[in-house]
């Protein structure tokens, strides 16, 4: 008989390549990996991985088990989580993945909401910039992803496996320094800022600046190029470029030196929060959503 433990000791050791890594990962000693390896074999009965040197590779039958794994331990966490919930035991605990324009402008308000209506359940956060937060859920490594996706996404960045909670739509804006000739207008055509120095943002936000400004008939110059926000606020706020972020980020830093300006034509990206089928069933994973919903539309 197969054990949920025993599958976590299987994939912790097919990421890390190890017995002793994978036991690092975990928090116990080699021989217990060791021998839960072991017992999982004789379980299966095959063996399931081969040392290579100082490596441990998947047997076919391993790379099978490994496959289903992500879905198996999902299912018993959303049964573990709904039955401790129905018969009073704890509230249950969920493990949020967010971006970090989210984490410091939803998530707050909704965890102190949440903490507020639940006081037993318990929240971690991570920060994780889709697609990885997404791969994250998947791989059964959270409960939540906070996402996004632009307007036209790929189909590579479908959702159609996820039960998705539509948030909201975050519009990108420009940012231009406080002296910039066209800091002071209503509203501004991309077009215009061709000739400007650029700092992007995120690699997709690069990827959709980059996009956006060729659909208006130039390639951007990109100066500078940084995941931190507060780094593009900055740099703009320095006179060293001219950039466009997601609402979102600009709200949760305070522009020194920098003006938004809208820009035309409008792009926005679509915010989500995304769970599994049988995780969305689970009262601490649902709580959670509605939550984040409730702080969306403040």
Known sequence: MIEARHLRVLRAVAATGSFSAAARELGCTQ???SQ?????????????LIRTGREMRLTQAGEALVRHAAGILAGLTAAEEEVAAIAGLRAGRVRLVSFPSGSSTLVPSALAALRAAH??????LVDAEP??????????DCDVALAFRYDGASAAEEWDDLVVRPLLADRLVGLVPEGHRLAKAESVAIGELADEPWIAGCPRCRRQLVEVCEGAGFVPRIDFATDDYPAVIGLVGAGLGVAVLPELAIESVRPKGARTVT??????????????PDLAQVP?????LDHLAQAAER
Do not use: D, F
Request: aromatic content about 0%; glycine content about 6%; charged content about 20%.
């Open 36 to 48: 839960q390896m072991k017992a999982l074999e004789t379980s299966a009965g095959t063996p399931l």
């Open 119 to 124: 006081p037993g359940t318990r929240v971690s």
């Open 284 to 288: 601490a994973v649902a709580a959670t």
């Open 131 to 140: 697609p990885r937060s997404v791969e994250m859920l998947r791989e059964g």
């Open 263 to 276: 820009v035309e034509p409008a792009v926005q990206r679509e915010i989500v929060a995304l769970t599994l």
């Open 31 to 33: 021989p217990a990996v």
